[in-house]
């Protein structure tokens, strides 16, 4: 099971993991996450300058964000990604989220394979509200079939190049694992969630019955999205997420 910390503002707790982001959040007692979609996506500089106007109508400070979900042109390289992950940190840095060189805020970035944008942009974004009742209220950051933070996601990921049915299926199996892994860490299970979602341009119907068993024997929606991760080498994301509200809200010019 995974450890957690608070976050600066002392309104959620996140489980550590690389510098780009954490392995997911859950609101502290006194707290709970609230999250905004966008109608459409904006470009990233755009949706930050929109983080920071919301928060601050809504009395929040900056160190209230929690969780972002980004939209992506096209997969990155293993270095693409990185540089962009080194900017993003970075003005996540400015903002004093950042622990030194711990990212609380729980991420999911994927690449829509059809309708892309036209740079990576903001789907998204969470943040703690003050709420006494005691709420299930969490993120789990996306993850593709990769563990986090070794020497490169080539090195670790589960059959890679493998489109196979056998393949998908492995890959599967090890995202769910981890999002099991990050829901106990968070002192949740599958019960709580009330979003679960797919990233895959590859056959999900096969693994209904099995596989994703632990939300569909509850009755919960899958939402299957088809997209890609954020790397070229990684086939299949998964995030979850369990929130009392969630609203919508416009960018305006």
């Known amino acids: 099971m995974y450890s957690t910390r608070t976050s600066q503002d002392g309104s959620y707790r996140f489980i550590p993991a690389v510098?780009?982001?954490s392995g997911g959040?859950?609101?502290?007692?006194?707290?709970?996450?609230?999250?905004?979609?966008?109608?459409?996506?904006?470009?990233?500089?755009?949706?930050?300058?929109?983080?920071?106007?919301?928060?601050?109508q809504a009395g929040r400070p900056l160190a209230a964000l929690c969780a972002c979900e980004l939209r992506s042109p096209e997969p990155f390289s293993e270095g693409g990604f990185d540089a962009f992950n080194r900017l993003y940190a970075a003005r996540l840095d400015q903002w004093g989220v950042l622990q030194g060189q711990v990212n609380p805020v729980a991420r999911t970035n994927i690449c829509p394979e059809i309708g892309k944008p036209?740079?990576?942009?903001?789907?998204?974004?969470?943040?703690?509200?003050?709420?006494?009742?005691?709420r299930v209220s969490f993120v789990v950051a996306g993850s593709g079939e990769a563990p986090e933070g070794g020497a490169g996601y080539a090195q670790g990921t589960i059959r890679p190049g493998d489109a196979s049915p056998d393949g998908v299926r492995a890959k599967a199996e090890w995202v769910m694992g981890e999002m099991e892994h990050r829901l106990a860490?968070?002192?949740?299970?599958?019960?709580?969630?009330?979003?679960?979602?797919?990233?895959?341009?590859?056959?999900?119907?096969?693994?209904?019955?099995?596989?994703?068993l632990p939300i569909t024997s509850l009755g919960?929606?899958?939402?299957?999205?088809?997209?890609?991760?954020?790397?070229?080498?990684?086939?299949?994301?998964?995030?979850?997420r369990g929130l009392p509200r969630e609203i919508v809200i416009e960018a305006r010019a």
Do not use: C
């Open 19 to 21: 510098y780009q982001y």
């Open 25 to 56: 959040v859950a609101a502290e007692p006194g707290f709970r996450i609230e999250r905004a979609q966008l109608v459409n996506p904006v470009p990233l500089d755009r949706g930050l300058q929109l983080i920071e106007a919301h928060l601050k």
């Open 118 to 134: 036209d740079a990576v942009s903001l789907h998204a974004f969470s943040y703690t509200v003050p709420d006494d009742a005691a």
């Open 185 to 212: 860490g968070l002192g949740y299970g599958w019960g709580d969630a009330t979003v679960a979602n797919i990233y895959t341009v590859r056959d999900i119907h096969p693994l209904l019955a099995d596989v994703l």
């Open 220 to 240: 919960r929606a899958v939402t299957w999205h088809f997209s890609r991760p954020p790397v070229a080498v990684l086939d299949y994301e998964m995030d979850v």
